[in-house]
């Protein structure tokens, strides 16, 4: 950020970068299509009494309800034309300060995957998110960039953990029915030995009855 710049955002009192921000940020990750300028907030702040520099938490929530109800009333390239010569450029305090909340990074991650038809589970979610690098001095599109660019990385890796898990399926798939035919097989073996055994000796039962009984008759045995 050029000097100037810095300064300009610098100036700004605390309570209305911390509003400020909020809303620029829910409007980066989808959640509103309206971001009061500083001027505006600074005003409101004013009208209610509350403290610029320091905001009670239900100060703070007041202000974020008043300006959730706004609509706007003006066009947007209007409203982007007079938030760049309020804040210089896209840079907002919590960025640039290299700071930006759990819940915000997962926000910025679920919008960007929706936007890239990218389905994400609330540990893929965890996963990219812990792994957006922000310093000091990171603009809002770098951290957007870099979150697609996290997105792909990620979905060519679960492709191919994909792949692979589809592979060991179909080995362990090919090992089973190999296991059952080797043991459909050797069942079958056993069965057609054990039935050449039954044969056998049936013929032998057979052959040892019909000697006993012409011996029994007095007749001589028919040789086998």
Do not use: W
Not at 62 to 81: D, K, M, R, V, Y
Not at 154 to 182: C, L, P, T, W
Not at 199 to 215: H, P, V
């Amino acid at each position: 950020m050029r000097q100037g710049e810095t300064e300009k955002m610098a100036n700004l009192p605390s309570g209305v970068r911390r509003v400020y921000n909020h809303f620029y940020k829910r409007k980066a990750t989808g959640g509103n299509s309206y971001t009061p300028t500083p001027s505006e907030i600074k005003d409101y702040l004013e009208s209610q009494g509350f403290g610029s520099d320091n905001m009670t938490e239900e100060q703070f929530n007041q202000t974020i309800n008043h300006f959730s109800s706004c609509e706007l009333s003006f066009p947007q390239a209007e409203q982007s034309a007079e938030l760049i010569n309020q804040t210089g450029d896209a840079r907002v305090d919590d960025f640039s300060s290299g700071t930006l909340t759990k819940q915000e990074r997962h926000s910025i991650v679920s919008s960007k995957a929706s936007q890239m038809n990218i389905q994400l589970s609330a540990d893929d979610i965890d996963y990219v998110a812990d792994r957006i690098d922000i310093q000091v001095g990171t603009t809002l599109d770098e951290i957007l960039h870099q979150t697609e660019s996290l997105l792909c990385k990620y979905a060519d890796y679960k492709q191919q953990e994909g792949i692979q898990k589809i592979d060991a399926m179909f080995g362990r798939v090919y090992n089973h029915v190999q296991s059952n035919n080797e043991d459909t097989s050797q069942h079958i073996s056993r069965g057609l030995q054990q039935f050449g055994r039954d044969i056998e000796q049936s013929e032998k039962d057979f052959k040892s009855s019909i000697s006993n009984a012409l011996s029994r008759l007095n007749i001589p045995g028919v040789s086998a």
